[in-house]
Structure formats: structure tokens, C-alpha cells
């Protein structure tokens, strides 16, 4: 057994011991929003909006992006479960913003093995195989962060399954301080109509 999966376990179980009334919280968000946010590790959507369990939805993905899957789970959360306020929420220093498509799918079709960064950009550390597939995928790099913030809340008030009374709000998540800064153009395309 790794290391990780034995620390894992054992803070299961000790969360476990004092679950208690947790189990009884309903399916549906208790204060009725969606977080959509980036998975990078320093990000902790729970105290940086003072989430307790049962608050609210987190949707987490690389960068914290619009992608078609994100949007998907936006309208379950919104459809079947009753959110009315959701958060689009980049941050600093986000990894996204340290490649674009040509350079991971690159890195991809050298070899599967992890790359390094160094003051040159991306390289490959191993020695293949690799694979093309990395050239069929939107990767959704991030050139401007304010930029991808309006075009995230943009896409999402403009895809047809997302109702017009849903506000959407565009915020970048500073790293550094722990302060989210709003967006002003996302938030002006995110207002309820």
C-alpha cells in the first residue's frame, strides 16, 4: 500500500467517526449556487467561500473552464437540483496559462511520461512512445485570465440550456492573498435578465 493511499484512508476514517448528521443532508445545494473552478491544489473553494458541506456545487476542472462538461453538470445543477447563482472563478498563477494546444500536444506526441518547465518553457522528459491523440483535444489554455473569465461566463449565458434568470458571476481567485477579484465585464454579461 502507497504511502498516499494509507494517509488517505486513515483521515477517511477519522472524518467517518464524526460524520454523524452529515449523512441526513439532501441532494439539492443548500444555499442554491455552483462553483465552477480550476482543480490546481492551493485552491480551497470551501473556505475561500465559506462552504459546509451541503452548501453548494464545486464543478473542477483544469483551469476552471467552460468546457461542454462543465456546462453539462452548470445545467444538472440548475435543472434537477435547483441552483439560481453560479461562480466562474479563475485564479493567479494558474498552470493553464503556461502552455498552449501546439506545446502539450507536442509534449504528448514525444512521450506519455510527465514534462518539466523550466525558464525555456515545457520539455519532454521521456523517451516515447507517445501518442497524436493530443491533437483531437481543446485544451482551453488560458493566454489572457481576464479574458478567459468573460469568455467562460460568456459561453455559459449564451449556450441554450442555460436559463436567462440565471446570474453568472466572473471572478479571479489572486493565489498570493486569498482574494477574489471580480471580473467587470463577466459580471456585466452574467446578469440575470
Request: proline content about 5%.
Amino acid at each position: 500500500m502507497s504511502k498516499i493511499l494509507e494517509e488517505v484512508l486513515a483521515a477517511n476514517t477519522a472524518y467517518a467517526a464524526d460524520f454523524g448528521e452529515k449523512g441526513e443532508l439532501p441532494m439539492p445545494p443548500g444555499r442554491h449556487f455552483a462553483i465552477l473552478t480550476c482543480m490546481d491544489a492551493r485552491l480551497d473553494p470551501a473556505k475561500y467561500a465559506g462552504l459546509a458541506e451541503g452548501d453548494a456545487h464545486v464543478i473542477r476542472n483544469a483551469g476552471g473552464r467552460a468546457s461542454d462538461d462543465a456546462i453539462r453538470s452548470l445545467v444538472i445543477s440548475y435543472k434537477l437540483l435547483g441552483t439560481r447563482e453560479w461562480f466562474v472563478i479563475h485564479h493567479t498563477d494558474c498552470g493553464m496559462e503556461t502552455f498552449n494546444d501546439k506545446t502539450i500536444r507536442t509534449l504528448l506526441a514525444q512521450s506519455l511520461e510527465p514534462a518539466v518547465i523550466d525558464d525555456k518553457g515545457w520539455h519532454d522528459t521521456g523517451e516515447g512512445p507517445g501518442s497524436a491523440e493530443g491533437a483531437y483535444i481543446d485544451w482551453l489554455t488560458i493566454g489572457d485570465r481576464r479574458g478567459s473569465v468573460r469568455d467562460d461566463v460568456q459561453r455559459i449565458r449564451a449556450h441554450p440550456l442555460v436559463p436567462r434568470d440565471i446570474t453568472i458571476y466572473g471572478f479571479i481567485y489572486d493565489v498570493k492573498t486569498g482574494v477574489l477579484v471580480a471580473v467587470p465585464e463577466a459580471m456585466k454579461i452574467g446578469k440575470a435578465a
